[in-house]
């Protein structure tokens, strides 16, 4: 973990949960000699995140900030960002006030995933950088909702997960994502997302109404999400969004309640465990009221934090290594023809006009993969690296029950 790293852990501690540690490097302030560059990287590393809001949060938490009303240790480019991310935020709570009128008004029972529905947690909902519009509606009024949103001006974006969970539309320059299921495999997690949207409640967060499951059933979206993206880029917001719900919602009551049998049941509660762990050791969060992880693996919580620090937000830090790192594991999971016919039958165009090319979808995509590694410019010694990479990511996870 390096200086910059271990700054940007000390503004989320300051933050989340008013915890100001002392000797915080300033710009000029001779604590560092790096001064300046060591708050950019800050920032680099902060918006690879997708944390930029917490981290200005953090800032003037620690008592850096100036008379402008933002920081002395912020340069005009950490200003532009808060800007940028409030007017982001004020047009986002716009279009999900919008959505729920429209759903209401047909009479559409939906609840929100992540987003909203995770930043209800923090303590100041805004800090959290948003990004689409996920939620989920019965399974039975997917198709009558998908039409409403079109009839609407939402336009449909095709993509290629429409044949596994959602499809996607756009309005406004805000993406929203339909769901019919929430899970990317076969763990019976849909049951408790149907339970909890039967029983979905009403909150309004900073003026939006929104729908969202009962907290147990949002816990487990909330660890699944967690569970996906270790797979494909796990980062540092949504292990925040985990340890803002666990600060909220699960202390040793609720674990005991219940909580904790439901995530055994999917196989996840070594995950919840070590994740709350890790933001017991790393993240500031309380662990005195949390007997139920005070047990994680101590290695496997640095090695955890060690993988999202290397990833970042959906693995934007490993770039085009980490789709390579993606395909890899899939391959080694699915089996090299199945992953390659999968994705074939998903990515051709030609595929999905004339079904009768279906036994030639794997040749199909073994070219589109031979075009992406040379487009990308992987030579034999990175894509070496790719593989360490992936194999070091699906240990990991087979230790945390994630696959």
């Given at each position: 973990m390096n200086a910059a790293q271990k700054l940007l852990l000390s503004l989320i501690k300051a933050a989340c949960f008013g915890k100001k540690e002392e000797a915080l490097p300033a710009p000029g302030s001779g604590t560092d000699p790096r001064g300046e560059e060591l708050w950019r990287?800050?920032?680099?590393?902060?918006?690879?995140?997708?944390?930029?809001?917490?981290?200005?949060?953090?800032?003037?938490?620690?008592?850096?900030?100036?008379?402008?009303?933002?920081?002395?240790?912020?340069?005009?480019?950490?200003?532009?960002?808060?800007?940028?991310?409030?007017?982001?935020?004020?047009?986002?709570?716009?279009?999900?006030?919008?959505?729920?009128?429209?759903?209401?008004?047909?009479?559409?029972?939906?609840?929100?995933?992540?987003?909203?529905?995770?930043?209800?947690?923090?303590?100041?909902?805004?800090?959290?950088?948003m990004g689409d519009i996920d939620f989920i509606v019965p399974r039975e009024l997917f198709d009558k909702c998908r039409e409403i949103m079109t009839a609407a001006g939402y336009e449909y974006v095709p993509a290629n997960e429409d044949y596994a969970r959602h499809v996607a539309f756009v309005k406004n320059g805000i993406t929203f994502e339909l769901h019919h299921h929430f899970s990317h495999d076969d763990r019976d997690v849909e049951t408790f997302i149907d339970r909890g949207l039967a029983n979905a409640v009403r909150v309004s967060v900073d003026g939006a109404e929104i729908s969202m499951l009962p907290d147990e059933d949002n816990g487990i979206v909330l660890i699944d999400h967690i569970r996906n993206h270790l797979k494909n880029g796990l980062g540092l917001r949504q292990l925040i969004d985990?340890?803002?719900?666990?600060?909220?919602?699960?202390?040793?009551?609720?674990?005991?309640?219940?909580?904790?049998?439901?995530?055994?049941?999917?196989?996840?509660?070594?995950?919840?465990?070590?994740?709350?762990?890790?933001?017991?050791?790393?993240?500031?969060?309380?662990?005195?009221?949390?007997?139920?992880?005070?047990?994680?693996?101590?290695?496997?919580?640095?090695?955890?934090?060690?993988?999202?620090?290397?990833?970042?937000?959906?693995?934007?830090?490993?770039?085009?290594?980490g789709k390579v790192q993606n395909v890899i594991s899939g391959m080694k999971k699915e089996g090299v023809f199945r992953r390659l016919q999968r994705a074939g039958e998903a990515n051709w165009k030609a595929y999905k006009k004339h079904r009768w090319l279906k036994p030639f979808a794997w040749i199909y995509q073994s070219g589109r993969y031979l075009r992406q590694g040379v487009s990308t410019g992987r030579s034999p010694g990175t894509l070496r690296k790719d593989m360490k990479q992936s194999v070091k990511r699906d240990r990991l996870m087979k230790e945390l029950g994630a696959i």
């Open positions: 990287e800050v920032y680099r590393e902060a918006m690879a995140q997708r944390i930029a809001g917490l981290a200005i949060d953090g800032i003037e938490a620690c008592g850096l900030a100036d008379e402008s009303g933002l920081s002395s240790a912020a340069n005009g480019t950490w200003r532009e960002s808060g800007m940028r991310n409030m007017a982001w935020y004020i047009r986002y709570l716009h279009a999900q006030n919008e959505l729920t009128a429209l759903l209401d008004g047909e009479g559409i029972p939906f609840a929100v995933l992540k987003g909203l529905a995770a930043a209800v947690y923090y303590p100041a909902p805004r800090a959290r950088m985990w340890m803002m719900y666990v600060e909220k919602v699960v202390d040793d009551d609720f674990w005991e309640s219940g909580f904790g049998d439901a995530l055994a049941s999917v196989n996840m509660d070594r995950l919840a465990k070590v994740a709350a762990g890790t933001c017991v050791m790393f993240l500031g969060l309380d662990g005195s009221r949390r007997s139920w992880c005070a047990g994680a693996d101590k290695e496997l919580c640095e090695r955890l934090m060690e993988l999202l620090l290397e990833y970042g937000n959906f693995g934007r830090k490993q770039g085009a290594g």
